[in-house]
């Protein structure tokens, strides 16, 4: 088959793309930045890389029509809390457009559940887009989850977060609300195997695993799989903005997303009951499960993907690539150039370890301290943590950090911030050779916005030098 894949690079693409290149099919791509790909997917052979961002184009000339299947995984909920749905609206009108012209036969899309009598924006949008997709001149196929329990799932990351972090939970009255989660297996199960049944197309299919449960239950099994003691005691009151609070600095969510995420948690995720297990023939994977294979790939460091990667939530849309170069006027710096001590094959290992339960190698509680007064100002701090410890790819988070460069065959990592700040900042390592001596240079840089980004800087200078200087020194010493 020749399929089109849209969110590539997004949560549910990464891990639906080797599942369709396993059974032999010819990969179309659409991203927004082909620096965020990955060099084993530019090279495959069975892929070919469109850029297209279809907030602003509805058209693909690069490649033949004739398209068998088109998956639909474009949304926006993490960009916005008030525009995300016309963004959403949008994208699907464009895509619709697109397909028709490249002949699709079939589009399959992945929405949400939803059956309740009051939705939630979040929910209307996925209502909203489903409808503008069936009206195209092919054959639609959806495909509609609720909560999905994965490694790297923002729904498994905010429970983990809440479970680990917190013995006693005073919660609000929503986690008595009643979900039907699914594991993020059975998820890539039916979307590849759905394409394959004609009797599947112009259909619509609730997929859901076989718990009903509250917030509150999956939180309790949640910790008895981690052989955790947790109590949870509900309020009958708390304002959604404190709630979104509450999530926001309990756990790793962008605040953004945690505001949408309390709109849609009031309302009732439960599918309606259909035929497609028997027509597939598959069993559905029970919640417990779930979270056991979940945390067998986080200790296995095999996370094919992270919700915290995506771009839509990062401050560097639309492209990557225009942050790669820091810049060098109306700029302040911080350059160390250090001797390495070892060899630059250790030194690169631990860059490339940078960060997350790793931490910064030098001054670890003053970062700490710099991710709580991010977080209190509004910013992501220190709780993304990263995808996986060793091994960096562009677009990848790192803490407060979003990586734009990342090649060990040029001994280069650059990272742009994503903290709350006045300004821009930069933070450069790369490993140069000079009159036939290894160093290690680490560069700071920032572009300060206005007369408080200045002031910023020269407050900080102190904490800057000793922090990036003893930073420096640790990354290129011996052990």
Not at 163 to 172: A, H, N
Not at 289 to 301: G, M, P, R, S, T
Request: charged share 20%; glycine share 6%.
């Amino acid at each position: 088959m020749r399929i089109l894949l849209t969110g590539t690079t997004g949560y549910i693409g990464k891990r639906l793309l080797p599942v369709l290149l396993q059974e032999g099919h010819e990969i179309i791509c659409c991203v927004r930045d082909k620096t965020r790909i990955a060099d084993h997917i530019k090279h495959n052979p069975q892929i070919t890389i469109i850029e297209i961002d279809f907030l602003k184009s509805n058209k693909i000339t690069a490649v033949a029509s004739d398209i068998d299947v088109a998956y639909y995984f474009i949304h926006s909920m993490t960009s916005s809390t008030n525009t995300f749905d016309k963004l959403e609206a949008t994208a699907a009108h464009n895509f619709r457009t697109c397909v028709e012209h490249l002949k699709a036969k079939q589009v399959i899309y992945l929405g949400g559940i939803i059956n309740d009598s009051s939705l939630s924006k979040h929910l209307e949008s996925r209502k909203t887009v489903g409808s503008i997709l069936k009206a195209g001149n092919y054959n639609t196929t959806i495909l509609r989850a609720g909560i999905i329990i994965g490694s790297g799932s923002a729904s498994f990351e905010i429970m983990r977060d809440l479970v680990e972090k917190l013995p006693i939970m005073i919660t609000p009255k929503w986690v008595e609300t009643k979900s039907q989660p699914i594991a993020i297996r059975d998820v890539i199960f039916y979307l590849s195997k759905i394409k394959d049944y004609p009797a599947c197309q112009n259909q619509t299919y609730d997929i859901t695993g076989p718990d009903i449960l509250t917030y509150k239950q999956m939180m309790l099994q949640f910790a008895k799989v981690r052989n955790l003691k947790r109590r949870i005691f509900t309020v009958p009151v708390m304002t959604p903005r404190l709630s979104s609070y509450w999530l926001y600095f309990v756990t790793s969510t962008s605040y953004n997303l945690a505001v949408n995420l309390v709109d849609s948690i009031k309302v009732e995720v439960i599918g309606s009951p259909n035929n497609l297990n028997q027509i597939l023939g598959h069993s559905p994977i029970p919640f417990s499960k779930a979270v056991e294979l979940a945390y067998d790939k986080i200790e296995q460091n095999l996370v094919v993907s992270s919700w915290k990667d995506s771009i839509t939530n990062s401050s560097l849309q639309p492209f990557i690539s225009q942050y790669i170069e820091s810049p060098s006027f109306g700029c302040f710096k911080d350059i160390q150039m250090t001797p390495i001590k070892t060899s630059p094959e250790c030194v690169r290992e631990r860059i490339w370890k940078i960060g997350g339960d790793n931490g910064w190698y030098y001054a670890n509680k003053l970062w700490k301290i710099r991710g709580f007064m991010d977080k209190v100002f509004g910013g992501v701090g220190l709780r993304r943590g990263r995808t996986h410890p060793k091994q960096i790819n562009t677009g990848d988070v790192i803490d407060f950090w979003r990586v734009v460069y990342a090649n060990e065959k040029s001994n280069r990592l650059v990272l742009y911030a994503e903290m709350t700040l006045p300004g821009e900042a930069w933070l450069e390592f790369s490993i140069v050779n000079i009159f036939s001596k290894e160093y290690l240079i680490q560069e700071a840089t920032f572009r300060p916005r206005g007369v408080w980004g200045r002031l910023y800087w020269f407050l900080l200078i102190p904490f800057h030098y000793f922090i990036f200087r003893g930073m420096s020194r640790r990354i290129a010493q011996k052990s």
